[in-house]
């Protein structure tokens, strides 16, 4: 089956960042309104920047807010490597969120520990028995198409048997990480892909010309929306009526 994706295509990352931070105010606030509570899943890449940018304008009750991670590297939160680290850096002081809001690794676990006690951290927001609902999952795509921490060719692709698992031998460092598997991305009510910049415009091609089995083609929110926000560089490579600008 089809999902209906949304890709726009902005100027620059002034608008991207604009366009991303309207769109969260959106969904945050839709969601605060039908179920008390926006939970997001974050990625660390390019998005923790955009966000310090945009986000301080958004209009909502940041109380309600839980933010976890898409992914995260498991290395201590004071490393340049740790995404809670860059967004406890970027966003904490910036916006009215607080630390506590953040659902956070362990980092002093193993990735496979680590894994296991942020599924149970997870499971306090959701309902029991079924799987995980995100609000919203953010998501980058790197240049081998790779998005959390799930990299082409990789066994952890094929992953349906848990919400989050761990993986030790990234090709990409530090090789210790946790991601989000496929159904629980695939079962979020909205995912929002950001890639910007020329290197990512042959991967762009790859995903929406030649259509390849990338990792960031898998993305497919079944019962929910895929927005990809793209800048003209990344979008270089698509032809006119390959994309619907809106
Ligand atoms: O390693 C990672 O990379 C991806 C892509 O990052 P970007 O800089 O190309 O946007 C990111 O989405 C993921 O969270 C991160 O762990």
């Known amino acids: 089956m089809e999902v209906h994706t949304d ?4 100027d620059n990352e002034e608008k991207v960042t604009t366009e991303l931070c309207s769109l969260v105010e959106y969904i945050a606030n839709t969601a605060i309104e039908a179920d008390d509570i926006f939970k997001i899943g974050l990625s660390g890449g390019s998005i923790p920047a955009l966000l310090a940018k ?3 304008q958004v209009k909502t009750d940041w109380s309600k807010w839980r933010l976890f991670f898409c992914d995260e590297r498991v290395v201590p939160f004071e490393s340049t490597e740790s995404t809670f680290g860059v967004y ?7 916006v009215p ?16 520990e680590a894994a296991k006690d942020y599924i149970q951290k997870m499971a306090v927001y959701f309902p029991p028995d079924c799987l995980p609902r995100f609000h919203l999952l953010l998501l980058g795509m790197g240049p081998d198409g790779h998005t959390c921490s799930l990299f082409p060719g990789h066994r952890l692709l094929e992953e349906t048997s848990v919400w989050i698992a761990p993986i030790t031998n990234s090709p990409k460092p530090p090789a210790s ?14 995912c929002i892909f950001v890639a910007m910049g020329s290197s990512k415009a042959e991967t762009i091609k790859r995903v929406f010309v030649d259509k390849e089995p990338l990792p960031a083609t898998r993305v497919r929110p079944m019962e929910g929306l895929l927005y990809w926000l793209l800048d003209k560089d990344a979008a270089a490579l698509l032809k006119k009526g390959e994309v619907n600008n809106s």
């Open 7 to 10: 890709i726009r295509v902005l």
């Open 54 to 56: 945009g986000l301080s």
């Open 88 to 94: 406890k850096t970027f966003l904490i002081g910036n």
């Open 97 to 112: 969120l607080t630390e506590d809001q953040f659902i956070k690794i362990d980092p002093h676990l193993t990735a496979e």
């Open 177 to 190: 990480r946790i991601t989000l598997t496929f159904p629980v991305i695939n079962n979020a009510e909205a």
